[in-house]
């Protein structure tokens, strides 16, 4: 009898071989193989040439009706999907471990149900009395949402055909995908082949019955949703859930979004009564912020299109002997800290190279934006120079490695935020225009700003 053709599959790219090895040879991650049954391949004598339907071609300017959008009332979840989820598409939801992302579902579920929807809520990690627990801690426990803790594709569809006198469900949630399971494949949950079949069922159903369907997925430790890429590219909408454990801000962001834009986010903050909506995110991280502190910069950073000021602080310590500094990040590229303390030193003749340099975004903030260049800049002057920047002002600007100071986009978004704060100056780029009454000054080079 002809032995079943095993294969090694890499659970974080998913490229397969058929011998193990510790290191995938596609994406050079370690101990990534998993066994897995090998897929079934057809010889080449089937022959796709022949025996097809010819498809009805469409034109591009026939009349289509908008897919139906369900929105969940909460404002922050609605906007970040660029307008409520929409029936009949699959949406993936990824995050670390804890950040929230079962409690969010939850109380979208929750309100999609009081809202007169029906609701399935699936658990595969959690027993139903514990997802009710947290749901009655929510106050969510008068709300009409069907629950059940499984993992088996079969059983779940079965549940989800008969569900509600046949009429079906809107709006399905499964929490999470790893932990779901197809009895046509023979490999453990969790697996790249098994989160794919199991990924595909549930979306054919999304597709079938009109319900709009969510998949909780894990995130590798470098981030990506776990198992193969493919997964974002099965579904509608892929939401990345981001925020440090440690602080209360979570942030929604779309990350691929076929029905909307991906610039939009959506900002919650965790509390006692589970995730509330941040309509301000900039008070959040401006809270508590001393004032007329040397080091402490207040940066206008965009989230798409979304303003939010966040403080940069900087401490720089002298050292007297020739012992190697330290250089310390949180918060932001330690290799864009690097420039722009080589274009100090370069540029603007400051001796930062025997001083230690530690950096912080404040509120545990991930800053991306480039145009945070001048606003660190400005930071480590005015603790390097122990001058305090003015407390009502905010910093922007990209630098390049002459010492520059570029324009950046969205200037004016940035200003109108800040007016609206009660911040009457803006630092930035030559040829700022005010905006609000807030008076702008605009520097060329970053030597300017050190005079
Ligand atoms: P959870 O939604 O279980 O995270 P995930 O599904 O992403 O793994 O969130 C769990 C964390 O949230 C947990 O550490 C406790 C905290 N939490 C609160 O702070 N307040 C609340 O009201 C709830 C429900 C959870
Ligand atoms: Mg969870």
């Not at 530690?358 to 005015?382: F, H, K, M, Q, W």
Request: proline share 3%.
């Amino acid at each position: 009898m002809a032995k079943a053709k095993r294969q090694y599959v890499c659970q974080n790219c998913g490229s397969a071989t058929y011998r193990w090895q510790g290191q995938c040879t596609d994406c050079g991650e370690w101990n990534t193989l998993v066994e897995e049954a090998a897929e079934t391949v057809f010889s080449a004598k089937h022959d796709l040439s022949r025996g097809g339907r010819a498809l009805a071609l469409e034109t591009l300017d026939a009349h289509s009706v908008m897919p139906e959008r369900m929105l969940c009332g909460i404002a922050e979840f609605d906007r970040a999907l660029g307008g409520g989820f929409v029936a009949g598409s699959a949406t993936l939801i990824g995050g670390d471990p804890g950040i929230g992302k079962s409690t969010l579902l939850l109380q979208a579920a929750g309100r999609l149900a009081k809202g007169g929807r029906s609701v399935v809520y699936i658990s595969g990690e959690e027993a139903a009395a514990q997802v009710r627990l947290r749901a009655q801690r929510l106050g969510l426990g008068d709300a009409a949402v069907a629950l059940a803790s499984a993992t088996s594709v079969r059983d779940i569809l079965a549940t989800l055909d008969g569900f509600g006198e046949g009429r079906g469900a809107d709006f399905v949630v499964i929490d999470s995908i790893q932990t779901m399971h197809s009895d046509l494949i023979d490999s453990a949950p969790g697996t790249v082949s098994q989160v794919r079949a199991s990924a595909q069922e549930l979306i054919r159903y999304a597709k079938d019955s009109g319900a709009a369907i969510v998949l909780v997925g894990h995130v590798t430790k470098d981030g990506t949703i776990a198992g193969p890429r493919v997964l974002e590219h099965m579904v509608d909408t892929v939401l990345s859930f981001e925020g440090e454990r440690s602080h209360q801000y979570r942030i929604l962001r779309a990350v691929k979004n076929r029905f909307g834009g991906t610039d939009e986010i959506g900002v919650f903050a965790m509390g006692e009564e589970g995730l509330g909506e941040v309509a301000n995110p900039s008070s959040l991280f401006l809270t508590d912020r001393s004032r007329d502190v040397p080091g402490s910069v207040v940066f206008p950073a965009l989230e798409g299109t979304r303003p939010v000021l966040v403080e940069v602080q900087a401490l720089t310590v002298r050292l007297a002997s020739g012992a190697t500094p330290r250089r310390a990040v949180v918060g932001w590229d330690s290799g864009r800290l690097a420039m722009v303390l080589a274009v100090l030193e370069a540029r603007c003749g400051l001796q930062m190279g025997a001083a230690e340099v530690y950096l912080n975004i404040a509120g545990g903030y991930r800053l991306t934006d480039p145009a945070a260049d001048l606003a660190v800049a400005a930071a480590l002057i005015s603790a390097f120079s122990e001058r305090p920047v003015p407390a009502d002002a905010i910093v922007f600007g990209e630098l390049s490695l002459s010492g520059e100071v570029r324009p950046v986009a969205h200037d004016a978004l940035r200003l109108r935020e800040a007016a609206k704060l009660g911040f009457s100056k803006g630092w930035g780029p030559k040829g700022l225009k005010a905006v609000n009454g807030i008076g702008v000054t605009g520097f060329a080079r970053l030597g300017e700003l050190v005079d």
